[in-house]
């Protein structure tokens, strides 16, 4: 229980701190953000971000999801943001509005992502759940044992 404990922390305590967390599902920004890495984006003014920012963006008001990919250009004039993926060879078509900017990337952890998502599956949820009442199970055994030496 110690062990899934501390696996989850890095996924809850930066988000008491402002960072929205998310999985990196696709190769688009090979090699700074590898598939299945947690980024951990912090909101911020789109006007100040500077040419090789990493950020995250809102893919349109009808989708929650979300798309990270590095400052190309930032037009002031304009509001938008001129966006690429590392691993692509041309930026994106579409520019990127100041008001889908949702954060700026910080910083990353490697394979955590994956692990977030494999947790917040209905199998991952069942493993917490199993491990918890095994957990239970054993302390309960292990106490009962203990009572029973006692009274020999």
């Known amino acids: ?7 989850t922390l890095p996924l809850v305590l930066p988000r008491l701190l402002g960072f929205q967390v998310y999985s990196v599902l696709t190769p688009s920004m090979v090699p700074a953000l590898p598939v299945g890495s947690a ?3 912090k909101s911020c003014n789109p006007e ?9 963006f809102s893919l349109g008001s009808a989708t929650e999801l979300v798309e990270v990919h590095r400052v190309v250009q930032n037009d ?3 509001r ?6 590392d691993a692509n060879a ?3 078509v579409t520019p990127v509005a100041y008001g889908r900017v949702t954060g700026e990337v910080l910083f990353s952890i490697p394979l955590l992502g994956a692990v977030s998502t494999a947790l917040h599956s209905v199998g991952g949820i069942a493993v917490c759940i199993a491990i918890f009442a095994l957990a239970c199970l054993l302390w309960a055994f292990a106490d009962k044992i203990k009572k029973r030496e006692r009274f020999k």
Do not use: R, V
């Not at 100040?48 to 995250?56: D, F, K, R, S, Y």
């Not at 938008?80 to 993926?85: A, D, L, P, R």
């Open 1 to 7: 229980m110690i062990g899934l404990s501390l696996l």
């Open 39 to 41: 980024i951990y984006a």
């Open 48 to 56: 100040e971000l500077a040419e090789g920012a990493i950020i995250t």
């Open 76 to 78: 002031t004039q304009k």
């Open 80 to 85: 938008e943001i001129i966006t690429k993926g």
């Open 90 to 92: 041309q930026p994106d």
